[in-house]
């Protein structure tokens, strides 16, 4: 049937499951179908690289394919907006020993946004070689990641000096502490991370950095330099050790677990059992719960990554909100400052101020995405693979096909249905 037809297999007795791919061929169900419990194989094409005349546009982003993990991206930001606004309105919110917020260990979100970092650029960018052409590669990759941090970074700031200065309050914007924390593991993880690293190395470290923080503060809420490094660099190489078995489980997808893999209502369980323990931790913080939440985040993003069940699918509604969610963790405190300055936080009910906050946040956020960080974004990496290409001599994403998402392995697909890479 060709290289990029699709074959359903139904999880029925008649269909031996041990020979997977011996095809009954029939169409796939539309993407607005009603979910089937059914396993789908494809097999795709490699993706051609971009034609010169683009710019040699990057591939594109894992995370765009990863649906549902954009939105719980998105849904992190929001908490973290929530959890800082705790701190003007501590008349409305319960209060912790150290801090003003509805839940206790909301601060817990950046660590998320770490480990969900590291297995998407492990899924992005697997490299395994030091050679001439891996360090060019490796060499574009650190640029990608610096423009695609940056510049929102220094907009961010460039605002909040200008309010400060108008409104003769701190000019400082005091959540973007995590943003030179991850341009630096970036550049880490260009220079050092290798496909040929076993999986245990990224688990002990993940482990040690981690174990060592809580022992010595009996909680993760570091962020001062030296100690938010060890910190957010645990979460990170956690992340990577999530995608390698992310991919590991890919792979038994396709032999005995399959029946697993794609029960719609296992997976449905599993992801809202994944996310409510997650919501547990940060609003009942007991022991070492510090220690246990970035293990739980990797879980759950590798629950969500593969995406068969109801929960994963619903969430695709809240696309946009993972789209804009760098912009939203970069804008909120800005966006804050003026609402207080002219007492528009003062409603005497949660939802009030939430409600007033967010109705500003959130169009402010899609107005500076799509007019400044996405654009900018994009000229840039337009002019990084243009300076490649004069200086190496050579398109660099024909030289690596590893370097092109697989996307047989992260389409967004109806729960209940297996996607797997023959």
């Known amino acids: 049937t060709g290289s990029s037809a699709m074959a359903m ?6 269909v031996p499951l041990a020979l997977p791919y011996t095809a009954i061929a029939q169409p796939a169900a539309s993407h607005h179908a009603a979910p089937s419990r059914s396993l789908m194989f494809v097999r795709l094409p490699p993706p051609a690289p971009p034609p010169l005349d683009s710019g040699g546009a990057s591939p594109k982003s894992a995370l ?14 929001l908490t973290v907006t929530v959890w800082h606004l705790g701190c003007m309105r501590s008349d409305l919110f319960p209060q912790d020993e150290d801090k003003m917020c509805m839940a206790p260990s909301l601060y817990l979100c950046v660590d998320f946004f770490l480990v969900l970092s590291g297995f998407v650029l492990a899924h992005s960018y697997p490299f395994s070689t030091f050679d001439v052409v ?5 060499a574009r990759f650190i640029f990608y990641r610096l423009v695609r941090l940056l510049p929102m970074y220094c907009f961010a700031k460039v605002v909040m000096y200008i309010l400060g200065t108008r409104t003769h309050s701190d000019t400082a914007n005091f959540a973007d502490w995590t943003v030179p924390q991850e341009a630096m593991l970036s550049i880490i993880f260009g220079l050092v991370i290798s ?6 190395v990224f688990v002990m470290l993940g482990a040690i950095g981690q174990a060592y923080i809580v022992t010595q503060f009996n909680r993760l809420w570091q962020y001062n330099d030296e100690w938010a490094t060890v910190r957010l660099g645990s979460s990170f190489v956690l992340g990577i050790a999530a995608q390698r078995a992310f991919s590991a489980f890919t792979e038994l997808a396709g ?8 029960d719609s209502r296992l997976c449905t369980v599993i992801e809202g059992a994944s996310f409510s323990w997650v919501v547990y931790i940060f609003s009942h913080p007991f022991m070492y719960s510090d220690f246990i939440a ?4 990797a879980a759950m993003v590798i629950c969500f990554a593969w995406g068969g069940g109801w929960v994963s699918y619903g969430l695709r509604a809240l696309q946009l909100l993972g789209t804009i969610s760098y912009s939203i ?9 003026v609402l207080w300055k002219y007492n528009l936080l003062r409603s005497s009910t949660v939802a009030g101020v939430v409600g007033v906050y967010w109705l500003a946040l959130l169009p402010y956020s899609v107005a500076t995405y799509y007019l400044f960080e996405k654009p900018l974004n994009t000229a840039l990496r337009r002019m990084i693979n243009s300076a490649c290409r004069r200086t190496f001599g050579h398109d660099l994403d024909t030289l690596d096909p590893k370097l092109q998402v697989d996307t047989t392995k992260v389409i967004s697909r109806e729960p209940g249905q297996l996607i797997v890479s023959l």
């Open 329 to 337: 963790y970069l804008n909120h405190v800005a966006v804050m400052t």
């Open 294 to 297: 970035p293990w739980s985040f």
């Open 9 to 14: 297999f139904h999880t029925s007795p008649a």
């Open 64 to 77: 765009q394919l990863f649906v549902p993990l954009e939105s719980l991206r998105g849904l992190a930001a």
């Open 195 to 200: 496909s040929a690293i076993p999986v245990t």
């Open 255 to 262: 032999g005995a677990w399959a029946p697993v893999a794609g």
């Open 134 to 138: 891996g360090w060019q590669l490796r």
